[in-house]
T-cell receptor, first 113, second 112 residues
């Protein structure tokens, strides 16, 4: 079965620093890709998604992600983080024509004011 | 509009007791349905998913089971709970289109 890896378990940044969170998956076929965010005490919400087309995807709150097929990666980026971005971030992968939806272990982001 | 109901919100059960968590979806038909367990440092672990009535795919062999008796009803069960079953369980649905997963509010299960 395909797997999703998020290698950064906990990232600590100062406000205005740039962010990049890694996400890699193991499936070799066509995939649909997602980033979700979970703020403290809240439910998961979608940040952005990729199904096809432009591999650079822009989401809410200034986040973007780039799908690099050759690297099996879908890294999340933000040029300048804010204290309010403190949350846990989850990458998710669905294999095309399949019905599973698998998540990575998550990356906890702490932004210091 | 579509809504997803999951209950109960919290549950405390002794070891060895049975479990039944229920999830229902409104406003859509023939959705994919999912059960996840969320644990700190492990993300969302996919437990079961279903693409239709009576169709269950199991991802993790354990003492949990799932059933889909109706199109928009998904049940997570156990005959005998273990301490390791404690966790936060999330139900979700997906229409297999370009929309994301829609999550329920979750159930916090504590096995004592």
């Amino acid at each position: 079965a395909q797997s999703v890896s998020q290698h950064n378990h906990h990232v600590i940044l100062s406000e205005a620093a740039s962010l990049e969170l890694g996400c890699n998956y193991s499936y070799g076929g066509t995939v649909n890709l997602f980033w979700y965010v979970q703020y403290p005490g809240q439910h998961l919400q979608l940040l952005l998604k990729y199904f096809s087309g432009d591999p650079l995807v822009k989401g809410i709150k200034g986040f973007e992600a780039e799908f690099i097929k050759s690297k099996f990666s879908f890294n999340l980026r933000k040029p300048s983080v804010q204290w309010s971005d403190t949350a846990e971030y989850f990458c998710a992968v669905n294999t095309y024509n399949n019905n599973d939806m698998r998540f990575g272990a998550g990356t906890r982001l702490t932004v210091k004011p | 509009s579509q809504t997803i109901h999951q209950w109960p919100a919290t549950l405390v059960q002794p070891v060895g007791s049975p479990l039944s968590l229920e999830c229902t979806v409104e406003g859509t038909s023939n959705p994919n349905l999912y059960w996840y367990r969320q644990a700190a440092g492990r993300g969302l672990q996919l437990l079961f998913y279903s693409v239709g009535i009576g169709q269950i795919s199991s991802e993790v062999p354990q003492n949990l089971s799932a059933s889909r008796p109706q199109d928009r009803q998904f049940i997570l069960s156990s005959k005998k709970l273990l301490l390791s079953d404690s966790g936060f369980y999330l139900c979700a649905w997906w229409d297999r289109g370009v929309s994301p997963l829609h999550f329920g509010n979750g159930t916090r299960l504590t096995v004592t």
